[in-house]
T-cell receptor, first 113, second 110 residues
Framework: AQTVTQSQPEMSVQEAETVTLSCTYD???????LFWYKQPPSRQMILVIR??????QNATENRFSVNFQKAAKSFSLKISDSQLGDAAMYFC??????????FGKGTLLTVNP | SQTIHQWPATLVQPVGSPLSLECTVE??????LYWYRQAAGRGLQLLFY??????ISSEVPQNLSASRPQDRQFILSSKKLLLSDSGFYLC?????????FGQGTRLTVV
């Protein structure tokens, strides 16, 4: 079974600053992806970044990067140079070959001007 | 890439009335399909998922059911809605590298 824990229900950051959202998970699979999705007020789900579990190098997408610790089953998201448009609910999810896609409860990020 | 069509966008239904939400997928065959529910300001709760026609796995016992009558069609139903069924419902599919979501249905049971 998959479980996902996002221990920060809410976070806030000043514009242009850096913030890190935490995620821990548990899965019995050895080959899987990890995802971070954002959900702005429009409620559209947008892929932020993904990480292949077999890759040791942390994924990076522009201002977004992850800190993937496979042994600890930790997958945190770092947002650098935060922008007002980054304000959203952020969800973490492991996705393996067993087809289930279970999301964490989410972290609501507020960006202060 | 895959595209999900989900309708209606909003729905207001009285308690005790039936429900049918439909989701169809384009751009792939034999997709994995998911129904999620999101209460206001809360997380995504996985309700059902399907790996093929007629194959439904239920994650949470509840007043809802799901069906997959065709390869790329996924339906969420209820015979009698409860107030607690109110929420935002999302249909999704995924390939190995990404999940794709519909625009969602905001259901209000009154």
């Amino acid at each position: 079974a998959q479980t996902v824990t996002q221990s920060q229900p809410e976070m806030s950051v000043q514009e242009a600053e850096t913030v890190t959202l935490s995620c821990t998970y548990d899965t019995s699979e050895s080959d899987y992806y990890l995802f971070w999705y954002k959900q702005p007020p429009s409620r559209q789900m947008i892929l932020v970044i993904r990480q292949e579990a077999y890759k040791q190098q942390n994924a990076t997408e522009n201002r977004f990067s992850v800190n993937f610790q496979k042994a600890a089953k930790s997958f945190s998201l770092k947002i650098s140079d935060s922008q007002l448009g980054d304000a959203a609910m952020y969800f973490c999810a492991p996705g393996g070959s067993n087809y289930k896609l279970t999301f964490g409860k989410g972290t609501l990020l507020t960006v202060n001007p | 890439s895959q595209t999900i069509h989900q309708w209606p966008a909003t729905l207001v239904q009285p308690v005790g009335s039936p429900l049918s939400l439909e989701c169809t997928v384009e751009g792939t065959s034999n997709p994995n399909l998911y129904w999620y529910r999101q209460a206001a300001g809360r997380g995504l709760q996985l309700l059902f998922y399907s790996v093929g026609i007629g194959q439904i796995s239920s994650e949470v016992p509840q007043n809802l059911s799901a069906s997959r009558p065709q390869d790329r069609q996924f339906i969420l139903s209820s015979k009698k809605l409860l107030l607690s069924d109110s929420g935002f419902y999302l249909c999704a599919t995924r390939d190995r590298r990404e999940a794709f979501f519909g625009q969602g249905t905001r259901l209000t049971v009154v």
